[in-house]
C-alpha cells in the first residue's frame, strides 16, 4: 500500500513538472526504511514506466519534440563525468566572450551553436545527478529546453522524454549490481504512470506564468532536499 501511495504521488508531480518523480520517490523510500542504493536504483526503474505515460498523454496534446528531447536525453544517458562537464562549461563562456567579435548573423550562428553546447553539457550534468540520486535529470532538461526556444509545455513533454533514455541506461547500471528491486520497481511505476495522467491534465490547463512559478518553488525543495541528503550522507 505505501508503494502504491508513493507512487501515486510521484506520477502526479513527475507529470506536472515534467520531471522523472525520483525527487518524491527517493525520499519516501528512504524514509521507509530503505537502503540508500536500493532506493536510487529502484526509483530509476519505476521513473522509466511514468516517463513513457507521460510522453504519451503529453504527445496527444501536441507538446513533445524528439529532436530536443534526443538533443539533452542522448548525452545524458551516456552520464559525462563531472569534470567533463565543467570544462566544456567553461569553454562556453569563453566562447560567448568572442562572439562580441563576430558579423551579427555568424554570431547569431554561433550563439546558437553554443546553446546547443550548453544543452549539451547539461545533459551530462543531468546523467551524472540520475546516477547519484536515482533522479532522472528532469529539473535540468526543463530549463535547457525553454533556453532553447521551446514553451513551458511544450518543455514538460520534451524532458519526459528526454528522461526515458537516462533511466533506461542508469536502471540497466543498477540492476547489473543487483540494486534494482523489480517487484517494488513495477508497482510504483504502475501506480505513478496513472497518476501522471492527471498531472498532465493539470498541466495543460495551467498558463505558462503559473508552470513557471510553480516549478521555481520546486527547485527550491529540491536543492534543499539535496543539500539534506548530503548533509547525512557525510554524518
Do not use: K
Not at 501536441?62 to 545524458?76: C, E, F, Q, R, T
Request: with cysteine.
Amino acid at each position: 500500500m505505501r508503494l502504491v501511495l508513493i507512487g501515486l504521488v510521484a506520477g502526479f508531480f513527475s507529470a506536472l513538472f515534467g520531471v522523472g518523480g525520483g525527487i518524491v520517490i527517493v525520499p519516501l523510500l528512504l524514509f521507509c526504511g530503505w537502503d540508500s542504493r536500493a532506493a536510487t536504483a529502484t526509483s530509476l526503474a519505476a521513473i522509466g514506466i511514468t516517463a513513457v505515460s507521460g510522453v504519451i498523454a503529453y504527445a496527444i496534446h501536441g507538446d513533445v519534440n524528439v529532436g530536443y528531447a534526443a538533443l539533452v536525453g542522448l548525452p545524458a544517458a551516456v552520464v559525462g563525468s563531472g569534470r567533463d562537464c565543467v570544462a566544456a562549461t567553461s569553454a562556453d563562456a569563453h566562447g560567448r566572450v568572442a562572439l562580441r567579435r563576430f558579423h551579427p548573423r555568424r554570431s547569431r550562428l554561433a550563439v546558437r551553436q553554443v546553446t546547443y553546447a550548453l544543452a549539451i553539457a547539461l545533459g551530462l550534468v543531468a546523467g551524472v545527478l540520475a546516477g547519484m540520486f536515482g533522479i532522472g535529470g528532469g529539473l535540468l532538461f526543463v530549463p535547457t529546453l525553454i533556453a532553447l526556444g521551446l514553451g513551458h509545455h511544450e518543455a514538460l513533454g520534451t524532458s519526459l522524454l528526454a528522461i526515458v533514455p537516462t533511466v533506461l541506461v542508469g536502471t540497466w547500471r543498477q540492476a547489473r549490481y543487483g540494486n534494482v528491486r523489480w517487484r517494488a520497481a513495477v508497482v510504483l511505476g504502475i501506480a505513478a504512470a496513472a497518476a501522471a495522467q492527471g498531472g498532465v491534465a493539470l498541466a495543460v490547463s495551467l498558463p505558462d506564468a503559473t508552470l513557471r512559478r510553480l516549478f521555481a518553488g520546486l527547485l527550491v525543495l529540491v536543492a534543499v532536499q539535496i543539500a539534506w541528503r548530503a548533509r547525512q550522507r557525510e554524518s
